[in-house]
């Protein structure tokens, strides 16, 4: 389900109704992992062995010697090269010398200099109060393979086990892989044709010469190569053949997702659908229910029992909680064993769903059978088998404490499950709630009569608009024939109780705040 609105754009993925993976993404967020850019070095770091690179963002990004890659010598030969030729031909990569590997213990001022351009790749997105950090190695990411130039390898990812498949495919795109290039082959490769993957591997070829072409005219810092747009992006490293629906509320956005569909998988585009429905898309599917009941810092699952779930600036720390499952059972064991079960099916959608990197600690119940431990150390592993993201979970100590590390690549996905209130605005008084209803009629009025707006929509909280839309003759009804016969009354369960928000056909915000409410 993809929600797009003028301020961001949100992804939700569901399986068998669940929400499993949430991205939210600003519309004027430009900095995303994959992205190429022509940097500029601003400040070496000879403490940290590091680079200060200037690509435009408001914090220098971040770049370590051992992020330049072992070929760092052979791609700026080759980008002198063509930055210095007069014609501005473009040299093909194939014919490029491949240079001595660069030391892994090296110096970063042996390598770069204050003022020197290059181009880097954003390998993770600004965090907190850190700028992006950055690789000189670069990589194109297509469904099926990832190619690096300036190398000669083929790597298969470990996630295909058939030693036999693993052998054909390298096989197969050793066949047909150009000269000085390297390619990793993803999980999704897994029984593809040879027709299927040389038709992505040209691809790939063909958008980084387009690409390189550009780099002669450009002058750092400026964005060279811009990442496929982020719901594409996760169409692409999770589509396949079990995928029933992808709804989408934007028309620009449903065209790219058919078309991309369309190209990567033909048999399957009709499953893309675009949501014409008034209500929000998230309301719509029972999304905006699970955000609100996923992202808090206690989250409720099977049989009562509980996760309390707290963030520290160097891990996570998860918390499990048997909540009433304990009271009158006499087996303490059993119990413990069954609720640390299902809290590991619900921290593996966590992690997953809330984007979680770095170290994460869970705090499982206590269980005396060693057993038991092993049971669960397996069930979390087969848990998370399902998640994209580099993982290393660690057996449970004595303690029943689990050790997990996660990639990270962007923030972590924080949303606000508890709201300010929007009539009193923390002064703890408000108007009398039976009055709600006019104070809103005459914001209608002022906007029909006064601003001279005749088409709009008020979105107000599920139980307001019930109480608006209830009775033979409503409170809807009355105010579409007083007012405009173009009002719409939309429930958003987004908005708390007495809050409200009226929007243009445009769907941008029509400001009716009183002043007395603002304060």
């Known amino acids: 389900m993809i929600d797009v609105n003028k301020k961001e754009v949100s992804i939700a993925v569901l399986e068998d109704k669940n929400l499993v993976e949430l991205q939210k993404e600003a519309q004027s967020d430009a900095f995303a992992v994959g992205n190429i850019y022509l940097g500029r070095v601003k400040k070496l770091l000879p403490g940290l062995n590091a680079a200060f690179i200037d690509i435009g963002y408001k914090k220098e990004a971040f770049l370590h010697y051992q992020d330049l890659g072992a070929n760092f010598k052979t791609q700026q030969t080759y980008f002198k090269q063509l930055l210095n030729d007069p014609k501005k031909r473009i040299p093909p990569i194939s014919k490029a010398k491949i240079l001595p590997d660069i030391e892994k213990e090296g110096s970063i001022g042996d390598i770069l200099a204050v003022g020197q351009e290059f181009l880097v ?38 996630k295909i086990k058939s030693n036999e498949e693993r052998a054909r495919l390298r096989q197969l795109l050793q066949s047909v892989k150009p000269k000085n290039f390297s390619i990793i082959v993803r999980t999704s490769a897994e029984g593809k044709k040879v027709a299927e993957l040389d038709r992505e591997l040209k691809t790939l070829l ?95 699952y099977k049989g009562g029992a509980y996760l309390i779930i707290e963030h520290t600036e160097a891990m996570h720390v998860i918390d499990v909680n048997s909540g009433n499952r304990t ?140 109480y608006i839309d209830k009775g033979i003759y409503p409170l809807r009804l009355k105010w579409k024939i007083k007012y405009s016969r173009n009002l719409k009354i939309i429930p958003n369960q987004n908005l708390a109780f007495l809050e409200y928000k009226f929007y243009d056909p445009g769907q941008n915000e029509l400001d009716m705040q009183d002043e007395r409410e603002i304060k």
């Open 121 to 158: 790749q954003i390998a993770k997105e600004p965090m907190s109060t850190k700028g992006p950090r950055l690789t000189a190695e670069l990589s194109l990411a297509g469904r099926f393979l990832v190619l690096i130039p300036f190398a000669d390898k083929i790597s298969v990812s470990t």
């Open 206 to 300: 063909k958008r980084l010469e387009d690409n390189v072409a550009k780099v002669p005219k450009l002058k750092a810092p400026v964005i060279v190569y811009e990442e496929t747009a982020r719901t594409v992006a996760i169409l692409r490293d999770i589509f396949n053949a079990s995928f029933e629906r992808i709804y989408v509320n934007d028309k620009d956005v449903y065209n790219s997702l058919f078309d991309y569909v369309s190209l990567i998988a033909p048999e399957q585009k009709e499953i893309v659908k675009l949501y014409k429905d008034e209500s929000p898309i998230f309301d719509k599917f029972g999304i905006t229910k699970q955000i609100k009941s996923s992202f808090g810092r206690t989250v409720t």
């Open 327 to 466: 009271k009158g059972s006499t087996e303490q064991e059993k119990t413990a064993f069954e609720v640390n079960i299902a809290a590991a099916d619900e921290i593996a959608r966590q992690l997953r769903l809330r984007d979680m990197g770095g170290i994460i600690v869970v705090d499982f119940i206590d269980m005396l059978d060693t057993s038991n431990r092993q049971k669960l150390f397996e069930h979390v592993n087969k848990a998370m088998s399902h998640d994209r993201a580099k993982h290393n979970i660690l057996p449970l100590s004595k303690f029943c404490l689990m050790q997990i590390t996660r990639q990270r690549v962007r923030p972590i996905l924080e949303v606000q499950t508890s709201e300010d209130c929007p009539s009193c605005f923390g002064t703890g008084k408000i108007k009398s709630s039976i009055l709600f209803t006019d104070s809103l009629e005459r914001k209608i009025d002022c906007l029909v009569n006064k601003h001279h707006v005749k088409k709009f929509s008020l979105h107000v909280h599920p139980y307001v608009a019930a």
